[in-house]
């Protein structure tokens, strides 16, 4: 072997990207699946267009898939990519200016053509120079087109499935590139075509003479080995998407409470994996009704949770807004519901595919009358499974909707999830009727939390009549006496307010003598977190505030916001959180980061601000 | 799944509530919850196990003055909670009130799809031909031509009729009944709780209001028999005062005739077939018009299809069958994983 040495790296990012049917999602998955199986910290993100196949080649067909690994705690899927797999010129445009300095970038010679280029729209035969691509970046070219078809030479598969496996040569080169053994992504292909086995044997020879070409290629570029993580809590580990641990979070709160699970949805980008998740778990005697749109969706679930069952309804952002009449009956009804926004870019139609976190406003305020519901934000993919989790505890417990918002980032994105048992999530107690309680009325509530009892259809005695219309406070008949509406109104919210109760206390990370505190929310946690430590270990004092639970915000928000002499609120939206925050705690001054571009922060730029902030 | 039909005898008087019951004098709707009541206290479901579902409008507001575990929902998505009801219980028995604004108007999407999927639940669909409860406009059922406030020159739409549109989303049960014509109110009424699956009742109500009158050509009492025929599954179509009159088919056409002239005879009349698959004949039934024909009240049509939330039980059980996934932990074993 002639690999003249290998670099050991903290971490690094890599980034495969090709037209959206080269397969990079599942390069990328299956690479960053090896890499965690190895001892690596991982965390992905997929960035697809939203047009299922635009035209090859073109730059709005460019789908990517990012990984960062290391052997120390990872947060985010990195910024800038340290390894390019690039498969055509329009995938190398894109990304062009996202590849770090002296980073590699391993491109597709055969489709590097005149013609290729064209559809790209370069102007000259030198796309590196034309993008102005650094000398100090190293390129690997291999023909992975015809290498591919030379490795499958003899298979007697038709041309199109062979060029289709060129994304093995290239998982093959990167195995190389980061001194992988290729036996566990072998094993991974097994369980993928199992029951092909005709593709299963032409993806692992093209996977192996990815690989083998690597070593052959006697260049003298350095591979990289990135160690074991050492900073990860013991235990047994996968690697999940937001939106599976949302579906799972729901399973596992269903199966805590005892209540079947029941999802009225429609399809929504990028909202639609976490109904495709709990499709699949009939054998859970999951009950899911596809409905005829979004409004559907929710009331059927709102039936749903009438009748007794723990009802969730998933969509995003111009779903939302369709279903806030019925979010608003939830409220009235006083009714469990679990509402999923996988936030996405707006308004309108917007931009589908892409992370923002522009529907905190909706979510709060978006009904008609005075109608307060539970809003709480995950912030990593595997942490959506607790919070949907709790997001079901919450609205079971306290009778009401709780609207769980995640997004397109941590929703598609992965991490790494420690596996949970049941026996170790926390025990769910709705507020049910009792034998005995048959003189309750559809409104009578616990005084002190202010929770009504909930009686389930089917049960002798209980018979009641619910609904949108105001209701007397003692005796449930429809009202609209002035003085028992307003009674109902405060009623309402205080049982909102109540659950504060139950929260955690939002925790600082860092010190309480910092300079600067940086408040976030939801989905930015990672980048948030990357660029306070990063500044810290330069010296800096720097404290994060990140909240999960918004309305209610945690009881002891004001008093620990109120210690630091400036405070910053970084969101994907123009400053929603911000604003609210005024209205909570008005004697802070606000600063405010803010970033609508569909894309994640990066941790460079909020550093970048910090640094300004501190000045 | 059966919903639970005990031995115990119940009256009428189990299933009305304590809440007065607030429709204007006159309102065709109390007949219709008359009917209702008796027709549940028939079918044997307590009331603990009856689930009334409906939207928003006068009709709407019958949940409160049943005796049961009733939903007063918003405007157009009680198909959809019935739906989510049924499916989240179906021991269940469940009904959806609705009216022609809510159902055809804002509900229309949920109103076809329910009835496309066949959910077990018993519509009633209280048709007066106009908004009630916003004070007299026009609404998807009113006659073309007709003045309402919100069609001071008269209305220039055409109006649906529900049958159509019950059989173009290949609903499997559509009957009719007349406010004022209460045995065979209760009649349509049971048969659509026993049908599995989405049961559509058209009731044409008179709004004493808005559109006092819509149904008068019918609900006359000396005329009513020659106006209306009731159809009757196996029976002859046969109707009028002296029940002479009948329907034959000429070429691809319903026509009426009279028995003993002309030849005809009982023989020659057409017998009612509400378990036909094929919806040709019921559909012309259905959509009889006075004054050449009478208008079809009865059980139009009544096949069996398999029902969406028996569906569902029957694919979850095949799934547990054969899965070896029963609980969260057992889930959680299915996962890739590996020890750090």
Known sequence: MDKTKTTELDNVVVRFSGDSGDGMQLTGTLFSNLSAILGNEISTFPDFPSEIRAPLGTIGGVSGFQVHLGSSKIYTPGDDADVLVAMNPAALKVNASSVKKGGIIIFDTDSFEKSDLDKAGFKTDNPFMELGISDATQLIPAALSSLTQNSLDGFGLDNKTVLRSKNMFSLGLICWLFNRPIDQAIHFLENKFGKKPDLLHANVKVLTDGYNYGNNLHLTISTFIVEKSHETPKGTYTSISGNKATAWGLIAASQKS????????????????????????????????????????????????????????NTSGPGLALKSEAIGLAVMAELPLVIIDVMRGGPSTGLPTKTEQTDLLQALYGRNGESPAVVMAASTPADCFHFAFMASKIALEHMTPVILLTDAFIGNGTSLWKLPTLAELPGIYPNYTKKGMEDVKVTSRDEETKVRYWSIPGTEGFGHRNGGLEKDYYTGAI?????NHQKMVDTRAEKIKNISQFLPDLVIEGSDEADLLVIGWGGTHGHLMSAVQSMNKKGNKIALAHFNYINPLP????????????????????????????????????????????????????????ENLLK | METKETTIQYTAKDFKSDQYVRWCPGCGDYAVLNSLQKVMADLGVAPHDTAVISGIGCSSRLPYYTSSYGFHTIHGRGAAVATGVKVANPKLSVWQITGDGDCLAIGGNHFIHSVRRNVDINVLLFNNQIYGLTKGQYSPTTKKGYV??????????????PAELTFGARGTFFARLLDVDLKNSQTAILAAARHKGTSVVECLVNCVIFNDGAH??????????????????????????????????????LKVVTIGQNGITEADILVHDAACQDTTLQMKLALMEGPEFPIAVGVIRDVEEETYDAAVETQIAEVQAKSKVKTFDDLIATCEKWEM
């Open chain 2, 216 to 253: 008068g050509w019918l609900a006359e009492k000396e005329t009513r028999s020659d106006r209306l025929i009731l159809l009757e599954h196996g029976k002859p179509m046969i109707f009028g005062k002296e029940a002479n009159k009948g329907l034959v088919l000429d070429g691809f056409n």
């Open chain 1, 479 to 483: 009202s609209t006496d002035p003085e």
């Open chain 2, 148 to 161: 309402t406030k919100s069609s001071p020159f008269g209305t220039v739409e055409r109006p649906f009729r």
């Open chain 1, 555 to 610: 009881k002891n928000t004001i008093e620990v916001i109120q210690r630091y002499k400036k405070v910053v609120v970084c969101e994907l939206n123009s400053g929603q959180f911000a604003t609210y925050l005024r209205s909570n705690v008005p004697a802070v001054e606000f600063l405010q980061h803010n970033k609508v571009q569909g894309q994640p922060f990066t941790v460079a730029e909020l550093e970048e601000c910090f």
């Open chain 1, 258 to 313: 005892g209540l079947q699970l029941f999802l009225g949805s429609y399809p929504i980008t990028p909202a639609t994996d976490i109904m495709h998740e709990l499709a699949l778990r009939k054998d859970m005697g999951v009950k899911v009704v596809q409905a005829e749109d979004e409004i559907a969706g929710i009331t059927s679930a709102i039936g749903a949770s009438f009748a007794g069952s723990l009802a969730a309804t």
